[in-house]
């Protein structure tokens, strides 16, 4: 018998891989923070023997490479990877024993498509594929974006996609567990689709990539991509130079003091917080990023690369996961951190900040008159409707046009309400008379707002 865990990273929307048998394993796309990789092995009773890595990541930075050194395992990453530590060169064809006792053997396949280098791994018992690692290749229901390395090679890379999903499909069974890295959340994915497990079989019934020709599959590909966050960047670059090991010990405590002259330096104050706790009171100028949310995609996002933050957290548990999202996106150490509430993080004699949150229906009472309503939103997600006279920037813009935002009220709105926290706390923080709609946009029609789509 064999077996694949699945670890989650549900923050960056991806997923990692341990897939072996009784004695043996091997890890795929593993995370930054390698314990977790480490803890279901050891839960298993398994050595891990292998590492390997379907590309070089532009979304996250990697664990494999430190993952094989504290483990001793083989690093085996695709062969046209330009990268600078020492590893196993994979190339198309490339086997691997896995699992001796089992039959497992790790089958690499060229799919190049997300980047020139992409690789796909086929798990094979006895010579029989039974799973397949895909990475950023084939998805659920699409395929990993083409526009992530080079403009000049997206549409190059649009046509390698269709040709490796049409590989993968004509060579593997049916019955074959289609496992991607990527397409659960992450911008990674050219689009998001429904369902969390799929074999290649039912993507034969479903996937753009295996049901269209070539030429109306890249035109539909290339119209559909969506913003790159600003973040990716550096993840390929770190990931090719070879990510240094992580430091998850807390940060240096903050007190009301030492937040107050941080936020007067022009450093980032991040409250993990609630939205609902955040609105209710915060220390002003300090920015609202959920821990339960898309923390590292949007902080990482929006924060200028390099620019020291610290984090407010309600208990030293939510600032240690945070830290632990944070590492996954380059972000490794704050400059410091704080636990407990508002109370303690402002000094004697000071206020804390607060703004309003409401509904559509709340807005759909209100006298417009003097009234500015902010759509955060992506210009894609705009395009399938919008509140008449509603002014767009999307959040990842937002903090350096917040002096485009008209004069007034400003309520402020996002699909369903994490974003539309994060903007009001930066309208909030520069003295902008702010109200966060903390609603779902669907209901917005319903509640007597004019919808319209372009």
């Known amino acids: 018998m064999f077996f694949v865990d699945t670890i989650e990273m549900s923050g960056l929307g991806n997923r990692s891989y341990l897939a072996g048998g ?28 292998h590492v390997v890595e379907t590309h070089v990541h532009n979304d996250y930075v990697t664990g494999g490479l430190e993952l094989a050194r504290v483990t001793g395992a083989a690093y085996l990453v695709p062969a046209g990877a330009r990268v600078s530590f020492d590893r196993v060169p994979v190339a198309d064809g490339d086997r691997a024993e896995i699992a001796a006792a089992e039959g497992l053997v790790l089958r690499a396949v060229a799919t190049p498509g997300h980047t020139p280098h992409h690789t796909s791994y086929v798990l094979e018992q006895d010579g029989s ?32 996609q269709h040709a490796s999903a049409h590989r993968l499909a004509a060579e593997l069974p049916d019955e074959t567990a289609v496992l991607p890295t990527h397409g659960f959340g992450s911008f990674c994915s050219s689009s998001q689709a429904e369902g ?14 295996l049901l269209r020709d070539v030429d109306t599959f890249v035109a539909e590909l290339l119209a559909g991509l969506d913003d790159i966050p600003a973040y990716y960047t550096h993840m390929g670059p770190a990931n090719a130079a070879g990510p240094a090991p992580v430091d998850l010990t807390p940060p240096a405590v903050a007190d009301a003091d030492e937040i107050a002259q941080r936020l007067a330096a022009g450093e980032w104050v991040v409250d993990l917080r609630n939205r609902v706790a955040f609105a209710q ?41 945070a830290q632990r999202e944070l590492v996954r996106v ?19 004699g000071e206020a804390q900040a607060s703004f309003p949150r409401a509904t559509f229906a709340d807005l759909a009472g209100r006298s417009r008159d003097g ?9 894609s997600e705009r395009a399938a409707g919008f509140i008449e006279g509603s002014v767009n920037i999307p959040i990842h ?25 994060i903007a009001a706390s930066l309208l909030d923080a520069v003295g902008r008379d702010v ?16 919808v319209r789509t372009p």
């Open 196 to 209: 969390s497990d799929t074999t290649i079989g039912k993507e034969k019934e479903s996937n753009a990539a």
């Open 330 to 348: 380059g972000i490794d150490r704050p400059a410091a951190g704080a636990t407990g509430d508002p109370s303690g993080w402002v000094r004697a």
């Open 371 to 379: 009234v500015v309503v902010l759509d955060v939103r992506r210009t």
């Open 397 to 421: 813009t937002l903090h350096g046009r917040l002096g485009e935002v008209p004069e007034g009220e400003v309520w402020v709105h996002c699909a369903g309400g994490m974003r539309a926290a």
């Open 22 to 49: 009784e004695r043996t394993a091997v890890a795929v796309d593993p995370p930054r923070d390698i314990e977790q990789v480490i803890a279901a092995a050891a839960r298993r009773g398994v050595r891990i023997s």
């Open 435 to 450: 109200v966060a709609v903390d609603d779902s946009f669907d209901t917005a029609e319903k509640a007597g707002l004019t």
């Open 281 to 321: 009171g915060h220390v002003a100028g300090s920015f609202n990023f959920e821990a339960e949310g898309q923390l590292a995609t949007y902080l990482a996002w929006l924060i200028p690369w390099g620019k020291p933050v610290t984090l407010l957290a309600e208990s030293a548990e939510q600032l240690a996961a």
């Open 129 to 160: 594929a039974v799973a397949v690692f895909t990475g950023g290749s084939l998805l659920i229901g699409t395929v990993g974006r083409p526009d992530l390395v080079d403009p000049r090679l997206t549409e190059r890379l649009a046509r390698d």
